[in-house]
C-alpha cells in the first residue's frame, strides 16, 4: 500500500553534536517472559517497571483471555496466576505482530481447559511459528492449524499436557526454544527439547529465558549443546523489575555516532542476558568511544560524526535485531562494511535483509544484499522516503539515516510504538 503524505515524517537532522541523557521504556522480551511466567507461578506477583507498548499488552491481554489476571493500570503491573481446575473457556487470542504472543502463549494454552483461537494481523501469517506447533503436538497438547503450520489456529487444552521429549529445528527463530522452555516446568515430565537444524541465532534470548527460569527455582540443564531439558515443579513467584530496553538503545547511541556527540543511557546494567549490549563493542569497533558512568552508558561519537564513522565486517547471528541500526550507520560510513549470519532476520517483522537493501540503496547507498547478510560500501546517500514495512527496527533504521541526511520522510514512524511509546516525539526533542 502506498503512503499518503499524513504518513510521512521529515525525520530531523543533527545540525551540530547531540548532548543527551536518555532514560528508556523497559525490555520487550524481558517482560513478556516475566509476564507468561507471572502467570503460571505458584502465587500472585508483580511485572515492575513492565514495559507499556502494543507487544507487552496484546501478551497482558492474552494471558487474560486463558484466565489469569494482570492489572496493567499502572507502572508495575500485578499478575495472579492461570487458576487450576479453573472451567472451560472458549478464547481469542490477537498476536498482533508480536512473535513472542504468537509463540509463548500456545504452550500455555495446552495447560487450560478450552479452546483458543489465534490470530494477528496479516503478515504474521507468514512469520514462522510450525515448529512450536508440531512440538506441542509431539507433547499431548491438540493443534488443529489445517496443516499450514502457520496462523490462523486453535489450540484446544485439556487442563495439563504430558510433556517429554521433543526434537525441533530453531534454525530460524530462538523463541521456538524459548516457547517451550517457558511452560515446560508446568508439563507433567518437563520437557527436554533437543536441536537439530542449522545454528540457532539470537542464543543470548534462550540464556534469558533460562536465567529467569532459575530465578523462579526451576531446574533447566543446559550442559549440552543443542539441548535443553526443563523438569517439572511450581514456579515459584517472584516479583520482576524489568531492565531498560537495549536494543532500542541502538538509534540513541547511534544518533551520538552520527552527529559526534555523547549521548548517555541511563541504569545500562552491569551484567545483562539481553543482545543489545553488543552495542558497546560494535560502536567501539566503528571508532566510538564506550564508557560506563555513574548514570548508566555513555557512547561518544568521532569527531566529525558519521564521516569519521570505520565500516565493519561483523558476524551478527546472535543480535540480529541489531541489523537494522548497525547497517544504517555503515551505510554512512567512511569504510566498507559486510554484515554477516542474519538469514534468520528474513522471517522478523518483515525480510529485513530485502527491505534494507531496497531503502537504504533508494537513498543512494552502496549496498549488496546477500543470502545471509549485507555488504555495504561509501556512497553519498540523498534525500527520499524511507518505508518502515509496519517494523519498528526499519523505523530506527531510517530516522538514523534522517539524523545524517536532510530530507528523509520516514513512513509510519509510529510503528516504533511496538516497544517504544511516543518514539517520534522522544526522538525529535533531542535533535
Given at each position: 500500500m502506498t503512503a499518503t503524505r499524513t504518513d510521512l515524517w521529515p525525520?530531523?537532522?543533527?545540525?551540530?553534536?547531540?548532548?543527551?541523557?536518555?532514560?528508556?521504556?523497559?525490555?520487550?522480551?524481558?517482560?513478556?517472559?516475566?509476564?507468561?511466567?507471572?502467570?503460571?507461578?505458584?502465587?500472585?506477583?508483580?511485572?515492575?517497571?513492565?514495559?507499556?507498548?502494543?507487544?507487552?499488552?496484546?501478551?497482558?491481554?492474552?494471558?487474560?483471555?486463558?484466565?489469569?489476571?494482570?492489572?496493567?493500570?499502572?507502572?508495575?503491573?500485578?499478575?495472579?496466576?492461570?487458576?487450576?481446575?479453573?472451567?472451560?473457556?472458549?478464547?481469542?487470542?490477537?498476536?498482533?505482530?508480536?512473535?513472542?504472543?504468537?509463540?509463548?502463549?500456545?504452550?500455555?494454552?495446552?495447560?487450560?481447559?478450552?479452546?483458543?483461537?489465534?490470530?494477528?494481523?496479516?503478515?504474521?501469517?507468514?512469520?514462522?511459528?510450525?515448529?512450536?506447533?508440531?512440538?506441542?503436538?509431539?507433547?499431548?497438547?491438540?493443534?488443529?492449524?489445517?496443516?499450514?503450520?502457520?496462523?490462523?489456529?486453535?489450540?484446544?487444552?485439556?487442563?495439563?499436557?504430558?510433556?517429554?521429549?521433543?526434537?525441533?529445528?530453531?534454525?530460524?527463530?530462538?523463541?521456538?526454544?524459548?516457547?517451550?522452555?517457558?511452560?515446560g516446568a508446568r508439563y507433567e515430565h518437563g520437557v527436554d527439547v533437543?536441536?537439530?537444524?542449522?545454528?540457532?541465532?539470537?542464543?543470548?534470548?534462550?540464556?534469558?529465558?533460562?536465567?529467569?527460569?532459575?530465578?523462579?527455582?526451576?531446574?533447566?540443564?543446559?550442559?549440552?549443546?543443542?539441548?535443553?531439558?526443563?523438569?517439572?515443579?511450581?514456579?515459584?513467584?517472584?516479583?520482576?523489575?524489568?531492565?531498560?530496553?537495549?536494543?532500542?538503545?541502538?538509534?540513541?547511541?547511534?544518533?551520538?555516532?552520527?552527529?559526534?556527540?555523547?549521548?548517555?543511557?541511563?541504569?545500562?546494567?552491569?551484567?545483562?542476558?539481553?543482545?543489545?549490549?553488543?552495542?558497546?563493542?560494535?560502536?567501539?569497533?566503528?571508532?566510538?568511544?564506550?564508557?560506563?558512568?555513574?548514570?548508566?552508558?555513555?557512547?561518544?561519537?568521532?569527531?566529525?560524526?558519521?564521516?569519521?564513522?570505520?565500516?565493519?565486517?561483523?558476524?551478527?547471528?546472535?543480535?540480529?535485531?541489531?541489523?537494522?541500526?548497525?547497517?544504517?550507520?555503515?551505510?554512512?560510513?567512511?569504510?566498507?562494511?559486510?554484515?554477516?549470519?542474519?538469514?534468520?532476520?528474513?522471517?522478523?517483522?518483515?525480510?529485513?535483509?530485502?527491505?534494507?537493501?531496497?531503502?537504504?540503496?533508494?537513498?543512494?547507498?552502496?549496498?549488496?544484499?546477500?543470502?545471509?547478510?549485507?555488504?555495504?560500501?561509501?556512497?553519498?546517500?540523498?534525500?527520499?522516503?524511507?518505508?518502515?514495512?509496519?517494523?519498528?527496527?526499519?523505523?530506527?533504521?531510517?530516522?538514523?539515516?534522517?539524523?545524517?541526511?536532510?530530507?528523509?520522510?520516514?513512513?509510519?514512524?509510529?510503528?516504533?510504538?511496538?516497544?517504544?511509546?511516543?518514539?517520534?516525539?522522544?526522538?525529535?526533542?533531542?535533535?
Open positions: 525525520a530531523p537532522v543533527a545540525t551540530a553534536p547531540v548532548d543527551a541523557v536518555v532514560s528508556l521504556p523497559g525490555s520487550k522480551s524481558l517482560t513478556n517472559r516475566a509476564l507468561v511466567l507471572a502467570a503460571l507461578s505458584d502465587g500472585p506477583s508483580v511485572v515492575r517497571r513492565a514495559l507499556r507498548s502494543r507487544d507487552t499488552l496484546l501478551m497482558a491481554q492474552a494471558l487474560t483471555a486463558l484466565g489469569a489476571r494482570i492489572d496493567t493500570s499502572g507502572d508495575d503491573w500485578a499478575v495472579t496466576p492461570l487458576a487450576a481446575g479453573a472451567e472451560p473457556i472458549a478464547a481469542e487470542v490477537d498476536c498482533g505482530l508480536a512473535g513472542t504472543v504468537m509463540r509463548f502463549v500456545p504452550p500455555v494454552a495446552g495447560l487450560v481447559r478450552g479452546t483458543v483461537a489465534f490470530d494477528g494481523d496479516p503478515h504474521m501469517r507468514n512469520r514462522p511459528v510450525g515448529e512450536v506447533l508440531v512440538a506441542l503436538a509431539a507433547l499431548g497438547v491438540v493443534i488443529d492449524d489445517g496443516g499450514r503450520g502457520s496462523l490462523p489456529f486453535t489450540v484446544i487444552g485439556e487442563g495439563s499436557v504430558p510433556g517429554g521429549t521433543v526434537v525441533i529445528d530453531a534454525s530460524s527463530s530462538s523463541q521456538f526454544v524459548s516457547a517451550l522452555l517457558l511452560t533437543r536441536h537439530d537444524g542449522k545454528p540457532i541465532p539470537s542464543l543470548p534470548h534462550i540464556e534469558m529465558t533460562i536465567a529467569m527460569l532459575r530465578d523462579r527455582g526451576v531446574a533447566v540443564d543446559d550442559a549440552d549443546a543443542n539441548r535443553w531439558a526443563v523438569a517439572p515443579g511450581p514456579v515459584a513467584a517472584r516479583d520482576e523489575t524489568i531492565e531498560p530496553d537495549l536494543s532500542n538503545a541502538a538509534p540513541f547511541l547511534a544518533l551520538a555516532a552520527v552527529s559526534g556527540g555523547s549521548v548517555t543511557v541511563r541504569d545500562w546494567p552491569e551484567a545483562t542476558t539481553q543482545a543489545g549490549d553488543a552495542l558497546r563493542e560494535l560502536l567501539a569497533r566503528m571508532g566510538c568511544t564506550v564508557a560506563r558512568v555513574a548514570e548508566g552508558l555513555r557512547v561518544t561519537g568521532p569527531t566529525g560524526g558519521h564521516r569519521a564513522l570505520q565500516g565493519i565486517d561483523a558476524d551478527l547471528h546472535d543480535v540480529g535485531e541489531l541489523a537494522p541500526a548497525v547497517a544504517a550507520l555503515c551505510a554512512l560510513a567512511s569504510t566498507p562494511s559486510h554484515l554477516r549470519g542474519i538469514a534468520h532476520i528474513r522471517g522478523h517483522e518483515t525480510d529485513r535483509l530485502a527491505a534494507l537493501a531496497a531503502e537504504l540503496g533508494a537513498l543512494g547507498a552502496d549496498v549488496t544484499e546477500h543470502p545471509d547478510g549485507l555488504s555495504l560500501a561509501p556512497a553519498p546517500l540523498k534525500a527520499g522516503v524511507f518505508h518502515t514495512y509496519a517494523d519498528h527496527r526499519m523505523a530506527h533504521a531510517g530516522v538514523i539515516v534522517g539524523a545524517a541526511v536532510p530530507g528523509v520522510l520516514v513512513e509510519d514512524v509510529a510503528t516504533t510504538s511496538k516497544t517504544f511509546p511516543d518514539f517520534p516525539g522522544f526522538w525529535a526533542a533531542l535533535l
